[in-house]
């Protein structure tokens, strides 16, 4: 089990004064929620967290309090309520507002599905997403995390690293074969982020599902630095990986520099 891709992020040191150490323990719990993990126990969110069931049970409660989580007495579940800090950030932001109509223009043209992502710890985050109606299995959608080491997105996205600190991040991260076609070895993990930074776009192949291909370009900010990236996926069997590149490749960076000029106008 990937707890990293379905918990909680490493709790960095915090020796400020002004750090509120309960506030993450509270957001952390918040975070340990997931399509696997709709429901849960105080010793799951425990075993999530890393930390004491205690320590659990004491954010649990309080977010319940808040009315930010449910409970039957043993299990505990979010509630809408939670919503209202997912809809903050889609509303305080342009890009996920601006990259909707371009990512349901994609869509439309290709009639694939097209997310747009930023780097989130070891995981690529989708902020944006538009669904075709060819629905791929492996269901997707707004706040999905998806690991940085194997899926397009993620790969363009450490591709934007210094190449230095995106190695060094890659042998740090948890890192299994999510299916026969996994590429996870460090190494040649580290060698396919090459190989994005010189070519400007990364693909996976049945690496997380099978039978699903991807393929992801960077979206830049004025200077040429990497933002986001943006992605589309495909069934295998309705084209080949190299027809896939030839067909979709132009009109998915165009999406991209699109949305650049939108975010960034001259």
């Not at 067909?247 to 520099?257: G, I, T, Y």
Request: one cysteine or more.
């Amino acid at each position: 089990m990937r707890t990293k891709e379905e918990g909680v992020a490493p709790r960095p040191e915090a020796r400020d004064k002004s750090y509120v150490a309960s506030l993450q323990k509270g957001l952390d719990v918040l975070t340990c929620f997931g399509r696997q993990h709709s429901r849960l126990t105080v010793s799951d969110v425990a075993r999530l967290m890393g930390g004491s069931a205690a320590s659990a049970r004491r954010s649990l409660l309080t977010l319940r309090a808040l009315g930010y989580i449910d409970s039957d007495g043993k299990r505990f579940w979010l509630s809408p309520k939670v919503l209202l800090v997912a809809h903050a950030y889609l509303s305080s932001r342009p890009m996920p507002s601006m990259a909707q109509p371009l990512l349901d223009a994609l869509s439309e043209r290709t009639r694939e599905s097209a997310s747009l992502g930023t780097l989130q710890g070891d995981d690529a985050i989708i902020i944006a997403r538009s669904t075709a109606r060819r629905s791929l299995s492996i269901g997707l959608g707004i706040g999905s995390r998806l690991p940085a080491y194997c899926s397009s997105l993620g790969r363009v996205l450490l591709a934007s690293l210094p190449p230095p600190e995106a190695a060094r991040r890659i042998r740090a991260m948890a890192r299994d074969a999510l299916t026969s076609r996994t590429v996870f070895a460090a190494n040649e993990v580290i060698g396919l982020i090459q190989r994005c930074r010189e070519e400007g776009h990364a693909c996976n192949d049945g690496e997380l599902e099978l039978g699903v291909r991807s393929m992801a370009v960077p979206v830049l900010d004025r200077t040429g630095a990497t933002v986001a990236a943006m992605s589309i996926a495909v069934r295998a069997e309705r084209m080949a990986l190299g027809e896939f590149r030839d067909a979709f490749l132009p009109v998915l960076r165009k999406a991209a520099v699109t949305l650049t000029s939108r975010l960034y106008p001259e």
